[in-house]
């Protein structure tokens, strides 16, 4: 096979690993999306597509490098054996795993920021309905003391 078809194999082979990392977590095969937050910022989820892009390219990136084939020449004739697609198959799941959880991370860390502002808006909420109460409680002494004269 010449070089390109192997890369090209490869490549699938990564992809094959994103859709088994995306089957395996616990969210499955979720399409891509935005997500606006509180904060007029959005992120984007990248959904099991992201991971077989990701899978795609980490396992070529992995093949070529790390891998038998980073000792070829581009006009090469190369035979693929099992190592290779087995070694594709897992950088792919692991690409795969790596840009998931990154986009987990930060997609939690904005989730963190979006709740920590409801909170400070719910306390100061909490805070006027308690002022607003204590004022009502000093009313009603008020006419109760009044009342009793």
């Not at 095969?29 to 992201?50: E, N, W």
Request: proline share 2%.
């Amino acid at each position: 096979m010449a070089l390109w078809q192997i890369l090209l194999l490869v490549a699938f082979v990564g992809l094959i690993g994103g859709v088994v990392n995306a089957i395996f977590t616990e969210k499955g095969l979720v399409l891509p999306r935005r997500r606006h937050l509180r904060d007029c910022s959005r992120i984007l989820l990248p959904g099991f597509l992201g991971n077989m892009l990701f899978g795609a390219i980490a396992a070529v990136v992995v093949t070529g490098s790390a891998g038998p084939l980073g000792e070829l020449g581009i006009r090469e004739v190369y035979d693929l054996n099992v190592g290779i697609v087995i070694g594709a198959l897992v950088a792919g799941i692991g690409g795969a795993r790596i840009v998931a959880s990154e986009v987990d991370k930060r997609h939690g860390i904005e989730s963190l920021r979006s709740g920590a502002h409801t909170l400070e808006a719910l306390a100061k909420r909490m805070k006027e309905q308690s002022d607003r109460i204590e004022e009502l409680e000093s009313q009603i002494k008020g006419l109760k003391g009044g009342g009793d004269l």
